[in-house]
């Protein structure tokens, strides 16, 4: 076997490794939805059966006469693919696997509600996520809808220049497909505590929905009754 075809080989193994470990240890959910893990499997059983397919291609070679000049050949002809196919690979490995967070709001933007059927009535109010609180507000945009239910929720701190000084955004991602559909959504809190909290930090937020204003405009407000330090889910997605 050409050397070049060994490090191709090996290539394939160490991306099918890779891949087994963001899968196992739950990485592999910060670029795509759980939903669609089966991929990777695929993925990785794919890498293992081409990393194999080269022991055939060096049973094939032993058979053949020795060319030098064509072994060559083919040899500076396969070193730049493998190359550009060892990239990802290799910063992959460099730039640690991290989720999406505040700094990317910026570019995507973020919602206070969600297209969707509501939140069911099935779930109790101190068990909803973001996702559920941003639906029910988008099935009912009157501001009072949700005045006196209580919340009790969990996501990271977002702030820009729309919120008051006692506001921030309790906000999490959401991915449909993949963290390039991923979508920020948040409902809006109020807290004496709001301008002592840094962006991206995560907290645990209770108290009763009140009426209130954010930019100018009504919306339903989370009136913090307390604003507890986390720290972040294993999973900090949530799946629509």
């Given at each position: 076997?050409?050397?070049t075809?060994?490090?191709?080989?090996l290539?394939?193994?160490?991306?099918?490794?890779f891949?087994a470990?963001?899968?196992v240890?739950?990485?592999?959910?910060?670029?795509?939805?759980p939903?669609?893990?089966?991929l990777?499997?695929?993925?990785i059983?794919?890498?293992?059966?081409l990393?194999?397919?080269?022991?055939?291609?060096?049973?094939?070679?032993?058979?053949?006469?020795?060319?030098?000049?064509?072994?060559?050949?083919?040899?500076?002809?396969?070193?730049?693919?493998?190359?550009?196919t060892?990239v990802?690979?290799?910063?992959?490995?460099?730039?640690?696997?991290?989720?999406?967070?505040a700094?990317?709001?910026?570019?995507?933007g973020?919602?206070?509600?969600?297209?969707?059927?509501?939140?069911?009535?099935?779930?109790?109010?101190?068990?909803?996520?973001?996702?559920?609180?941003?639906?029910?507000?988008?099935?009912n945009?009157?501001?009072?809808?949700?005045?006196?239910?209580?919340?009790?929720?969990?996501?990271?701190?977002y702030?820009?220049?729309?919120?008051?000084?006692?506001?921030?955004?309790?906000?999490?991602?959401?991915?449909?497909?993949?963290v390039?559909?991923?979508l920020?959504?948040g409902v809006?809190?109020?807290?004496?505590?709001?301008?002592?909290?840094?962006?991206?930090?995560?907290?645990?937020?209770?108290?009763?929905?009140?009426?209130?204003?954010l930019?100018g405009?009504?919306?339903p407000?989370?009136?913090?009754?307390?604003?507890?330090p986390?720290?972040?889910?294993d999973?900090?997605?949530?799946?629509?």
């Amino acid at each position: 076997m050409h050397s070049t075809s060994r490090l191709k080989a090996l290539l394939l193994i160490l991306m099918a490794v890779f891949f087994a470990a963001i899968l196992v240890n739950g990485k592999l959910y910060y670029y795509i939805g759980p939903r669609f893990s089966w991929l990777a499997l695929i993925a990785i059983g794919m890498f293992i059966l081409l990393a194999g397919a080269y022991n055939l291609v060096k049973r094939n070679d032993a058979s053949e006469p020795d060319d030098d000049h064509v072994h060559e050949a083919d040899s500076h002809e396969s070193v730049w693919p493998l190359l550009v196919t060892a990239v990802p690979l290799i910063l992959a490995v460099i730039v640690p696997a991290k989720p999406l967070g505040a700094d990317a709001i910026s570019a995507r933007g973020i919602s206070t509600g969600i297209a969707g059927k509501g939140a069911p009535i099935t779930i109790d109010p101190s068990s909803r996520t973001v996702l559920d609180w941003a639906e029910a507000i988008s099935a009912n945009p009157d501001p009072k809808s949700l005045n006196g239910q209580q919340a009790d929720a969990i996501g990271f701190v977002y702030r820009d220049p729309r919120f008051d000084r006692d506001q921030f955004m309790l906000t999490r991602f959401t991915i449909t497909c993949c963290v390039a559909d991923a979508l920020a959504i948040g409902v809006v809190v109020e807290s004496n505590k709001a301008a002592q909290l840094q962006a991206d930090s995560w907290v645990r937020v209770s108290g009763p929905f009140k009426a209130g204003i954010l930019d100018g405009k009504p919306i339903p407000v989370v009136m913090a009754v307390e604003v507890a330090p986390i720290q972040a889910p294993d999973q900090p997605y949530l799946y629509p």
